[in-house]
């Protein structure tokens, strides 16, 4: 079903400025109800019904009844279903209409590629010619018709279900879309996951791949939502303001909200895109991370109408906060202002990427938060890890770890009710381990530093000298750890030994990245890793082979373990 056949819309009429406030079900001021990106121009009225369509019409009526208390946006304002399932908004000549999928219900999901059709765009005059895009936005859009209809489906949401979790899949070529197909797609062959979610950067660059790597998505069979990274932009832009047009036309709206049993999931877009650079190559601009003011209305208007035992799950692109650095490009600028909005909220948790990275934070009074539980934001392992860099495979596919050691892969996020978990899933390590553990000493580190003499296949493994013994330790690499995970070695029947968080990159793709530079893109590095730790081995080993097994307990309480064979000689 096109857009167009699943949104029936409305005959447009002027009307006064001041009407909009009049609006039947208009949760927010109508003055303020300007949708995503819209220019400031003639104010139109719309009107419409969210129906059940239970025999396939496509039309309320005929069997089809009205579904109230549904939410409906223009991008700011949200208006509520009464008991004809009828809504009204205000809206300008630019605006994207979206249905709030509420629990129970389903809007139409395209069959090839799974991306659901909530949204009917109104932009009559289609993207501005004279920006000259580089990748097709969107086309004049037809008059609304006389009634902005949406058609849901019924179906069964239980309180305890999974969620597929991507961010910065992010190929940047026809072969990196191969990758993806190679590497994901089968770890997926069968999920029992509801639905997929990917955070941003579904592409790197080239808007061009959109079409293919959403037919491969589309055959894991679930459906997938999808926000914008600040490598979906189109760069010819002089701004925010029509930034996203190639992803408008093929995703939706660049942000929105749907619910699925006791979770609301507010999907957002925080690329503050800040214009075009000519000098640049694709003359792509700067940009910050910012949630601008209708999305700031947007979720105080949702959250106005979502219970407080609710578990609220936010997804963005840019973190709320990272390890690496301070930038503006790398960290939500006006957080405070997001923050204010969550006030004696006690379920809430996000979700975000672009760094490349895999880091739990957790956000209190301190940071700003007013929700009356702390916030755990989550930053997730890219699906590309070093945006597909290093060696390769044996079937062809870069082994692409990240640049802070967590093997390249993608999340399931678990839900019972308004509770959570996740679990990381690494693409390619045997067995789907959790952790790798390395060995180093005085002796390898001056090995590298100086020789730079790598043995193949050791990669900081042992045999080591017994001499070297006092001067090795055992870094293990927790590739989902963070602040509240707990690690501890045990070496053969010995008494376990707390193992200490360090903030180090990662020895073992330090190691990868010198012997491949040539199969590494060029600003690739080993970046400081927030979840590893370090323990200096036993001064008494003696010669020989030694079991060292290594048990961590994680942010969820889970326990993950590895282990390794050491051998001392001399």
């Known amino acids: 079903m096109t857009t167009e056949q699943q949104a029936n819309g409305v005959t447009r ?28 121009s003639e104010i139109i009225h719309i009107a419409g019904t969210v129906f059940e369509d239970r025999n396939g ?14 939410l409906v946006s223009n991008g700011e304002d949200v208006s509520v279903t009464d008991s004809e399932g009828r809504y009204s908004l205000s809206l300008r000549d630019d605006a994207a209409i979206c249905v709030i999928k509420p629990s129970g219900y389903m809007p139409p999901v395209d069959p090839a590629t799974q ?14 010619a004279e920006l000259n895009l580089t990748f097709a936005g969107i086309a004049p859009t037809d008059p609304l018709p006389a009634s902005l209809d949406f058609a849901l489906k019924r179906q069964d949401e239980p309180k305890k279900f999974e969620v597929v979790l991507f961010t910065d899949p992010q190929p940047e070529s026809e072969v990196e879309v191969d990758f993806i197909r190679e590497d994901v797609i089968e770890a997926l062959n069968g999920t029992p996951a509801k639905f997929g979610i990917t955070a ?42 029509y930034s996203r047009e190639t992803f408008k036309r093929v995703f939706g709206p660049n942000y929105y909200a749907f619910s699925y049993a006791d979770a609301l999931f507010l999907m957002l877009d925080d690329v503050d895109y800040l214009g075009a650079d000519p000098t640049k190559p694709h003359d792509a601009g700067k940009y910050e991370g910012r949630l601008d003011a209708p999305q700031l209305a947007f979720i105080k208007n949702v959250l106005a109408q979502t219970p407080a035992d609710k578990l609220i799950v936010m997804v963005l692109h840019i973190p709320l906060r990272n390890y690496l650095d301070s930038e503006p490009g790398t960290n939500l600028q006006n957080l405070k202002e997001l923050f204010a909005l969550f006030e004696g909220r006690r379920f809430t948790v996000s979700f975000s990427g672009h760094t490349h990275t895999t880091e739990h934070h957790y956000f209190d009074a301190a940071d700003g938060w007013t929700g009356a539980e702390p916030h755990h934001h989550h930053v997730m392992t890219a699906v590309s890890g070093s945006w597909w860099s290093g060696p390769f495979d044996h079937r062809g596919v870069a082994c692409a770890d990240s640049r802070d050691g967590s093997p390249n892969g993608f999340h399931i996020l678990s839900i019972d009710g308004n509770s959570y978990k996740t679990r990381f899933v690494p693409a390619k390590e045997p067995n789907g381990r959790q ?9 390898h580190s001056a090995q590298k530093e100086v020789q730079r003499e790598f043995r193949q296949g050791q990669l900081l493994g042992s045999p080591i ?6 001067a090795t330790s055992l870094i293990a690499n927790v590739f989902d750890g963070g602040p509240k995970t707990k690690v501890a070695m045990r070496i053969g029947d010995r008494a376990p030994i707390a193992m200490a968080r360090q903030t180090m990159p ?17 600003w690739i590095k080993a970046e400081p890793s927030s979840h590893m730790w370090t323990a200096r081995l036993p001064a008494d080993l003696t010669p020989g082979t030694h079991r060292i097994i290594v048990e961590a307990i994680t942010e969820y309480g889970d326990a993950v373990n590895g282990r390794i064979a050491l051998e001392i000689v001399g």
């Open 13 to 40: 009429r002027d009307v006064l400025l001041g009407a909009a406030g009049a609006a039947a079900a208009a949760l927010a001021p109508a003055g303020a109800a300007q949708a995503q990106g819209a220019a400031v």
């Open 57 to 70: 019409s496509g039309k309320p009526g005929d069997g089809n009844p009205a579904i109230a208390g549904v």
């Open 115 to 128: 991306l659901p059709r909530f949204y009917r765009l109104h932009q009559p005059k289609g993207s501005p």
């Open 200 to 241: 941003g950067d579904v592409m790197f660059d080239d808007l061009s791949l959109y079409g293919r790597y959403n037919f491969i998505i589309g055959t894991i069979g679930i459906p997938w939502w999808n926000i914008g990274g600040n490598h979906d932009l189109n760069f010819e832009a002089p701004d925010r303001h």
């Open 435 to 443: 952790m790798r553990l390395s060995i180093d000493s005085r002796f």
């Open 465 to 470: 000298a017994y001499a070297a013994v006092a």
């Open 506 to 522: 990662d020895p073992f793709v330090e190691e990868v990245f010198a012997r491949n530079e040539a199969t590494k893109k060029s």
